[in-house]
């Protein structure tokens, strides 16, 4: 590969990346774009390119959003929301607990964007009735659904490739990310309390309508539900035990999907027009954008500074992954920027010989934490952001800087010591 | 885009089922038509969906409810009625003064709305409203049989033609 042809690459590949942080064009639209360019100077070609797409990740995500998609009729989370709200008998504070549990385990199970598009507005509706401000309950939901995400194979997409890309399953991710997801968990949960606890009151009258509602009521189909949970039961048993049957984890989920979508009878074009086409679109972009920096050798060559860089130190390299991970996702997409870390890793590995299992568990850390940071570091934030502006109670950048940066920072400094006692 | 709508809906929806209600949601399209006839706007507003259920509503010069339909076509017919009068009506010299009295009706309308849901009103200040309502009726009526008819695109919907 000829030097100028080299250049001409790296510039597609940032001006591409560029565009997308700037947020000045769809980023599916200028990933496509960058993908497409890449194929018309023959950079790669189109089998190449095709072969450059991680379809277990595709497959992963559009099978769990067919899931989601047929689940979220049935009105099991408005009916979740209303019993963790009648539970803490209309307290503001527990009731924030209670629903960021509930966002953790979603956010582990589902992707965060969906957990937070489905437990939000029940949460609006929540704190219409204490004529609470909702700041107090939606920082908590978006912060503990980043987290939650962190912990499963399928909580948030960049673990979805990393997993694909470094070969770990379901159960990997649990052994290796829950424990310390659960200490972060209850370590900023705990900050939260201080931070909002004195901000939150209600009246009694207010408490009263809570108890007053009927979650009963908010099922809409019980015989749909019934189908929908027992699937995403058997989909997640599935995930648990995907390798000992020597499946990937794409199969697991679009299995889960073909099977609620014959057993639920939902009309499928319903279903389809709800999956995120532009995610998917975007992802495959990606993919063909790195494999293009592959295919030139540029991956190869970063991998080579970064092992000269450490010598080759697993410490070294794993605190930078990590905090790099986290500052650059707390301001960056984080998944045009996994998209270009995996490859990097697997040739510091190929380069050194160093075991870079931690390597992996750092950038699942640093990228999904990371997230936190700013309001633009995931696009959970950005739709929550969106959806209180909305609701009319706007959080400024700084606003949420000032909370999401420091409790980003306490969380990946309880990984780092994490990573140091366990892998390191 | 579709996300957020979902998000809303749902919010609506919860909010609604404990007040009661049985709600129903399903995809559609909202349509936005726009005429403009001697400069005077005329728009209107429908929903298409897979239920077959269309409701179109008149916008402007104001707004009225006109019809649930089964078929599209059926929008489509209507509109193109509707807006024929209202070229042929446009024509007229009393154009400004028909879209003012209208205009003024409605208001009414709603202040009688207003004054129902809000204050308790009395047997006798009742009758009197139902009064000068049936003497207005009495008013259209009597136009009704000294003028001519100009339009014969379709029998009136509110009108008695029969004379």
Same mark, same amino acid.
């Given at each position: 590969m000829e030097e100028s042809h080299v250049i001409i690459v790296i510039s597609i590949f940032i001006a591409t990346y560029g565009i997308i942080i700037s947020e000045k064009i769809h980023r599916t639209t200028i990933a496509m774009f960058g993908a497409v360019i890449m194929l018309m100077l023959h950079v790669l070609s189109q089998k190449a390119a095709i072969d450059h797409i991680d379809f277990n990740t595709i497959g992963l995500l559009i099978g769990m959003m067919i899931i989601v998609g047929i689940t979220r009729r049935t009105g099991v989370f408005e009916y979740i929301a209303i019993k963790a709200a009648k539970t803490a008998k209309g307290d503001p504070w527990k009731i924030i607990v209670l629903l960021s549990i509930v966002t953790a385990v979603a956010s582990a199970l589902l992707d965060n964007v969906t957990t937070i598009l489905l437990i939000v507005p029940v949460t609006l509706v929540i704190t219409d009735t204490l004529e609470i401000n909702p700041i107090a309950?939606?920082?908590?939901?978006?912060? !503990?659904?980043?987290?939650? /995400?962190?912990?499963?194979?399928?909580?948030?997409?960049?673990?979805?490739?990393?997993?694909?890309?470094?070969?770990?399953?379901? %159960?990997?991710?649990?052994?290796?990310?829950?424990? !310390?997801?659960?200490?972060?968990?209850?370590?900023?949960?705990?900050?939260?309390?201080?931070?909002?606890?004195?901000?939150?009151?209600?009246? &009694?009258?207010?408490?009263? #309508?809570?108890?007053?509602?009927?979650?009963?009521?908010?099922?809409?189909?019980?015989?749909?539900?019934?189908?929908?949970?027992?699937?995403?039961?058997?989909?997640?048993?599935?995930?648990?035990?995907?390798? @000992?049957?020597?499946? &990937?984890?794409?199969?697991?989920?679009?299995?889960?999907?073909?099977?609620?979508?014959?057993?639920?009878?939902?009309?499928?074009?319903?279903?389809?027009?709800?999956? &995120?086409?532009?995610?998917?679109?975007?992802?495959?972009?990606?993919?063909?954008?790195?494999?293009?920096? &592959?295919?030139?050798?540029?991956?190869? +060559?970063?991998?080579?500074?970064?092992?000269?860089?450490?010598?080759?130190?697993?410490?070294?390299?794993?605190?930078? +992954?990590?905090?790099?991970?986290?500052?650059? @996702? *707390?301001?960056?997409?984080?998944?045009?920027?996994? *998209?270009?870390?995996?490859?990097?890793?697997?040739?510091?590995?190929?380069?050194?010989?160093?075991? +870079?299992?931690?390597?992996?568990?750092?950038?699942?850390?640093?990228?999904?934490? /990371?997230?936190?940071?700013?309001?633009?570091?995931?696009?959970?934030?950005?739709?929550?952001?969106? %959806?209180?502006?909305?609701?009319?109670? #706007?959080? @400024?950048?700084?606003?949420?800087?000032?909370?999401?940066?420091?409790?980003? +920072?306490v969380s990946v400094a309880i990984s780092s010591v994490y990573l140091i006692v366990f892998y390191l | 885009m579709r996300k957020y709508v979902n998000a809303e809906a749902m919010q609506h929806a919860m909010k609604l089922l404990q007040l009661g209600a049985k709600v129903q949601q399903f995809n559609g399209k909202m349509c936005f038509v726009e005429f403009e006839i001697n400069g005077h706007k005329l728009e209107y507003a429908y929903n298409i969906n897979r239920k077959n259920k269309y409701f179109l509503e008149r916008i402007k010069p104001y707004p009225l409810p006109l019809k649930v339909f089964e078929s599209e076509k059926d929008v489509i017919e209507l509109i193109k009625i509707d807006m024929e009068q209202y070229k042929d009506a446009m024509k007229s010299k009393n154009i400004d003064e028909f879209i003012e009295i209208t205009t003024e009706i409605n208001i009414i309308q709603k202040k009688f709305e207003d004054l129902f849901l809000y204050y308790n009103i009395s047997k006798e200040k009742a009758d009197e409203m139902k009064e000068h309502i049936f003497k207005i009726d009495e008013i259209i009526n009597e136009i009704q049989k000294e003028s001519k008819r100009v339009n014969f695109l379709k029998e009136p919907d509110n009108l008695k033609t029969e004379i």
């Open positions: 309950f939606l920082i908590p939901e978006v912060l !503990v659904a980043n987290i939650g /995400g962190t912990a499963t194979l399928i909580g948030d997409p960049p673990n979805i490739m990393i997993g694909s890309a470094a070969n770990l399953g379901f %159960m990997d991710f649990i052994i290796n990310l829950l424990p !310390v997801v659960v200490i972060i968990f209850i370590v900023i949960m705990f900050i939260l309390k201080i931070i909002y606890k004195k901000s939150l009151s209600t009246t &009694e009258e207010a408490k009263q #309508r809570i108890l007053n509602m009927n979650e009963k009521i908010a099922i809409k189909n019980e015989l749909l539900l019934k189908k929908s949970l027992g699937v995403l039961a058997i989909t997640i048993l599935g995930f648990v035990v995907h390798e @000992s049957f020597g499946f &990937e984890s794409a199969t697991v989920a679009l299995a889960g999907a073909a099977i609620l979508l014959l057993i639920s009878k939902v009309e499928p074009e319903e279903i389809f027009v709800e999956i &995120e086409w532009p995610t998917i679109f975007f992802f495959m972009a990606l993919f063909v954008l790195v494999g293009s920096l &592959e295919e030139v050798g540029v991956i190869e +060559i970063l991998a080579e500074k970064m092992v000269n860089l450490t010598n080759g130190n697993l410490f070294i390299t794993t605190m930078i +992954i990590l905090w790099v991970s986290a500052i650059a @996702s *707390a301001f960056l997409d984080n998944i045009p920027f996994v *998209a270009t870390m995996i490859p990097l890793v697997k040739g510091i590995g190929a380069m050194s010989a160093m075991n +870079i299992t931690p390597l992996w568990w750092a950038l699942a850390l640093g990228a999904c934490l /990371g997230g936190n940071g700013s309001i633009v570091g995931a696009t959970a934030n950005v739709v929550v952001s969106g %959806m209180l502006e909305k609701h009319g109670n #706007r959080i @400024s950048f700084v606003d949420y800087l000032k909370i999401g940066f420091p409790l980003m +920072i | -």
